[in-house]
Nanobody, 122 residues
Framework: VQLQAFGGGLVQPGGSLRLSCEAS????????IGWFRQAPGKERERVSC????????DYHDSVKGRFTISRDAAKNTAYLQMNNLKPEDTAIYYC????????????????WGQGTLVTVSS
């Protein structure tokens, strides 16, 4: 399984970015997917996750209403649309997948991408 996350960069507060996570060796349409982030000096936290069936979608309270998780089965790619970005969103963002929703939901998925840096600053 390989996950390639990209789309990070430097953006001003209030701006938007869309992170992408391209997968190989796994079918994202059948997987639970999570986006996680880790800011300097802080613990890793789960930003958003979506169940295998897409029936359950969860967001960290700090990003509700601003971030949207999605997947494109045809492209085998997952996305995290981030709007109204704030300086506190600055972190390395990771995508992760697992066949088990419980592992993604509890923050221990078995397959991780390499991370993409998001910096929100004026």
């Amino acid at each position: 399984v390989q996950l390639q996350a990209f789309g990070g960069g430097l953006v001003q507060p209030g701006g938007s970015l869309r992170l992408s996570c391209e997968a190989s060796g796994v079918t994202l349409a059948d997987s639970a997917i999570g986006w996680f982030r880790q800011a300097p000096g802080k613990e890793r936290e789960r930003v958003s996750c979506i169940s295998n069936s897409s029936k359950v979608i969860d967001y960290h309270d700090s990003v509700k209403g601003r971030f949207t998780i999605s997947r494109d089965a045809a492209k085998n790619t997952a996305y995290l649309q981030m709007n109204n970005l704030k300086p506190e969103d600055t972190a390395i963002y990771y995508c992760a997948v697992d066949t088990l929703w419980s592992r993604v939901r509890t923050g221990v998925p078995r397959n991780w991408g390499q991370g993409t840096l998001v910096t929100v600053s004026s």
